[in-house]
T-cell receptor, first 114, second 112 residues
Framework: GAVVSQHPSRVICKSGTSVKIECRSL??????MFWYRQFPKQSLMLMAT?????????EQGVEKDKFLINHASLTLSTLTVTSAHPEDSSFYIC??????????FGPGTRLTVL | GQQLNQSPQSMFIQEGEDVSMNCTSS?????WLWYKQEPGEGPVLLIA?????ELTSNGRLTAQFGITRKDSFLNISASIPSDVGIYFC????????????FGTGTRLKVLA
């Protein structure tokens, strides 16, 4: 299957700071990437769809000014959690799809906001 | 956000037993995917289904795309301890977008 990487795998930050998470497709180009959030013992909740060269599409209830998404190239999407607060602590996972293929997930980034 | 109904929520089984879990929806889906997630990691794709009625196997795993296109099941035969994890279904709605909706997950524990 296709390989998707995420960086960092784990980050701890102080409340009020911003954190950037990178998602890369390593062996294919992805015009669309997806960002999910997963709280402990819960399922994956789609936050937004990241589109290369255009604005991201956010799911209902997700603040676009708080979760900034940039899909600058066909292999890289970034999620920036701005002014992070403890309630933003979660497991953030990205996924990407080769054209006409299934979604492949990154290994996830665990964010802890103190 | 929208989620699929997945059951059971959790299962405790003896090693060697067969396992069955399913996902249902009120909506029609184009594609069903089954993933396994282990603690602290991203989901790993197990099986992909593209046509109603399709039955696909991957080793000891077998999954089917329901005829009505509103459900799917995953079977694991002769379970082993490393089958432990959370299994998620994901469906792609017939809405024209490329996003997937995830099931609530089935937590599997295998007792040796």
């Amino acid at each position: 299957g296709a390989v998707v990487s995420q960086h960092p795998s784990r980050v701890i930050c102080k409340s009020g700071t911003s954190v950037k998470i990178e998602c890369r497709s390593l062996d294919f180009q992805a015009t669309t990437m997806f960002w999910y959030r997963q709280f402990p013992k819960q399922s994956l909740m789609l936050m937004a769809t990241s589109n290369e060269g255009s604005k991201a599409t956010y799911e209902q209830g997700v603040e676009k000014d708080k979760f900034l998404i940039n899909h600058a190239s066909l292999t890289l999407s970034t999620l920036t959690v701005t002014s992070a607060h403890p309630e933003d602590s979660s497991f953030y996972i990205c996924s990407a799809s080769p054209p006409e293929d299934e979604q492949f997930f990154g290994p996830g980034t665990r964010l802890t906001v103190l | 956000g929208q989620q699929l109904n997945q059951s059971p929520q959790s299962m405790f089984i003896q090693e060697g037993e067969d396992v069955s879990m399913n996902c249902t929806s009120s909506s029609i889906f184009n594609t069903w995917l089954w993933y396994k997630q282990e603690p602290g990691e991203g989901p790993v794709l197990l099986i992909a289904l593209y046509k109603a009625g399709e039955l696909t196997s991957n080793g000891r795993l077998t999954a089917q795309f329901g005829i009505t296109r509103k459900d799917s099941f995953l079977n694991i035969s002769a379970s082993i301890p490393s089958d432990v994890g959370i299994y998620f279904c994901a469906g792609q709605p017939v809405s024209g977008t490329y996003k997937y909706i995830f099931g609530t997950g089935t937590r599997l524990k295998v007792l040796a």
